[in-house]
């Protein structure tokens, strides 16, 4: 068995066992929550919180569809439409993040779109691992921050973390070093520094223009994300939200490591542990809100329009198959002799 293919099977058995592990933890946090305490944290949530994180659901999806225009950009593709990239990276994004980024990394999707507008397969390969390095930034960035802004919050995962990394010194220099990688990035594309080669990973310097992009599109998603989180939590007792943003950021990265499907467990058990102020009912039914409008509801909209995407394809080979098949085509009348 070579080593790829070991891959393809070692990481899905991770995944599964971080999803096992990870809810026998969380079924031995939550055994003192009821049904109805579940139900009566999901029936006090008011409805125009509901609505505000409706809201940051369509902010994040609405950035992920900026990550896919800022790689076309870099690319040098500008023929291909809002509607079209908003629809592709939606369903991208919809997929992998319930199937799991180590079983579906949204690069077939992407193809199977954009080979269809022109583009090659070295171009869909860029495209998809200039969006993962979007992300990748948007996460050093605002995590930067937030431990710069607060070194504190690191504390709220004390007995979790080694304990060199919830003292607050440390945290705000880790909170700066991160700070540093992202400005380090940005003044290599503003000086047009040369390739970063580490192996065989190499980092090319985008323009200016698509750097700043990235600064943008990658926390506004974040931000996005973590909103709907905050909405759902009750206002009494409500963290700020640079804390909320920070737990989001350290469970969702935590959940994409582990490549656990959809962060299943893993995403949950270390929210919880870091809101510890908050009553575990009240922070399961946000996480449950989270779930239905980042995860489940795009995911159910997904399925149907990669079934509608895909019988269109077919339907349009069958129909450029049958206006070329030798059957269909009229014999010309044999001309009679005069």
């Known amino acids: 068995m070579g080593m790829k293919r070991l891959r393809e099977f070692l990481w899905p058995l991770i995944g599964l066992a971080a999803v096992a592990i990870s809810g026998y933890l969380l079924y031995h946090r939550l055994q003192g929550v009821s ?66 980024a180590s079983v579906f990394s949204g690069a077939l999707v992407r193809y199977r779109a954009y ?105 506004l998603e974040l931000v996005g994300a973590a909103g709907i989180i905050y909405f759902a939590l009750p206002e009494a007792g409500n963290p700020s939200f640079v804390t909320v943003l920070a737990v989001f950021l350290a469970s969702f990265s935590a959940a994409l490591v582990s490549h656990a499907p959809g962060g299943l467990g893993v995403f949950e058990i270390i929210f919880i542990t870091a809101m510890p102020d908050i009553e575990e009912a009240d922070v399961l039914a946000a996480l449950l809100v989270f779930r239905l409008f980042y995860l489940l509801i795009p995911f159910a909209i997904a399925i149907v329009v990669v079934l509608l995407y895909e019988r269109s394809r077919l339907l349009g080979k069958w129909r450029a198959e049958r206006r070329m098949s030798p059957e269909t085509v009229p014999e010309t009348p044999a001309r009679r002799p005069e």
């Open 35 to 100: 049904v109805a305490d579940l139900k009566a944290s999901f029936a006090a949530i008011p409805v125009h919180r509901f609505l505000l994180a409706s809201a940051s659901t369509l902010v994040a999806y609405a950035a992920l569809a900026w990550y896919d225009r800022i790689a076309l950009l870099h690319l040098g593709v500008r023929h291909i439409s809002w509607l079209f990239i908003s629809v592709c990276s939606f369903t991208t994004y919809a997929l992998s993040h319930n199937i799991g």
């Open 115 to 219: 080979s269809a507008k022109g583009l090659s397969a070295a171009q869909v390969a860029v495209l998809v691992a200039l969006c993962s390095f979007t992300f990748g930034l948007g996460t050093l960035l605002l995590g930067g921050f937030t431990l710069a802004y607060d070194p504190a919050l690191l504390a709220r995962l004390e007995g979790q973390l080694p304990h060199a990394l919830t003292n607050p010194t440390i945290a705000r220099t880790l909170g700066l070093a991160l700070l540093a990688v992202v400005a380090l990035y940005a003044a290599g594309s503003i000086l047009h520094l040369r390739p970063v080669a580490i192996r065989q990973f190499k980092l090319e310097y985008p323009r200016p223009a698509i750097m700043a992009r990235q600064l943008l599109a990658a926390p």
